[in-house]
């Protein structure tokens, strides 16, 4: 079974299927996206169909030297418009994943969860920050940076089973899960430790539908660090191991994604929301074109269910 260490290993297993996936992307005016998408189609990972105002997108490509064929932009102007009309391309069929682009993530979700015209699956929707994290040789994913505000034990355990399935696609086959809390010891002032020990709990009595191994609470030192368990004499089959960090709310998953590239020189990440009926490409403006590059890798990984 295959398990890539790294999005090089991602895209070169990719390379290898013998079909592509159509991306299409969301108010299109974007030079990361736009570029990191035309990279995807010449390395032969995806197709993709542009939405959004055909003048910028086009000027937009000279500008940065990208070849793209003006008959896969379809012309529209307002982005709100423009995320309608690919979340529907993508609900009818005519692509298999959605991609945002030069939008505010607001006026993108509210396109992707519309009850009508959305992409809902009728299960609960997530988030999932891929970290390549290159110096331990392996992924970790982390969960919900984007979508789940405050989420209940429920939502918390939807959440939980969503990003294990994407952990098994990337072939981790007993994904090991830290709920993550400010301490790794159960606080009644701490709600978020009473809903971490109450899942461990329901984990131990099999009352998660999915393969794993999950604890908390657990702090992040001790999620990632053997040394920093130890130190503090935590007996745990997660305790410096952890494959999936799970964020108490959207704020702390928020800051904790997105630091990542910050203070981990080279570290590149993806993102990804699942639980809806097709893949949805969800990242920041900001983000690099490297970085949206493996976010369509990603994408174009577990639609596939490559393994």
Known sequence: MACPRNF?????????????????????????????????????????????NKEKILEMARKEKLKINPKTIEDI???????????????????DTLMKGSVHSDVYLRAVLDKEK?????DVMSHIMIWEWLHMGRFIFVSDAALNMYPDIPTKVAIIENAVRAAHVFGIEEPKVAL?????????????????????????????????????????????SEEAARTKGIVSPVAGKADILIAPDIEAGNILAKAYPFVSPGGEMAGVLVGARKPVIITSR??????????????????????
Do not use: W
Not at 80 to 89: D, N
Not at 196 to 219: E, N, S, Y
């Open 8 to 52: 090089t290993e991602v895209i070169d297993i990719l390379k290898k299927s013998s079909t592509h996936q159509k991306v299409a992307l969301a108010a299109a005016a974007d030079d990361a996206a736009l570029t990191a998408l035309v990279e995807a189609s010449e390395k032969g990972l995806v197709d993709y169909i542009l939405f959004g």
């Open 180 to 224: 993550l809390c400010a301490v790794e010891t159960v606080n009644p002032k701490m709600p978020a430790t009473i809903d971490a020990a109450a899942i461990t709990v329901m984990a131990q009595r099999k009352q998660i539908r999915v393969k794993c191994v999950i604890d908390g609470p657990l702090a992040l030192d001790n999620a990632l």
């Open 286 to 307: 900001a983000d690099s074109a490297k970085s949206k590059l493996y976010s369509i890798a990603a994408a174009a990984f577990l639609a596939k269910g490559i393994s």
């Open 77 to 95: 102007e307002d982005e709100h418009l423009a995320c309608s009309a690919a979340v529907q391309a993508v609900a009818a069929g005519k692509a």
């Open 118 to 122: 959305g992409l809902r699956s009728g």
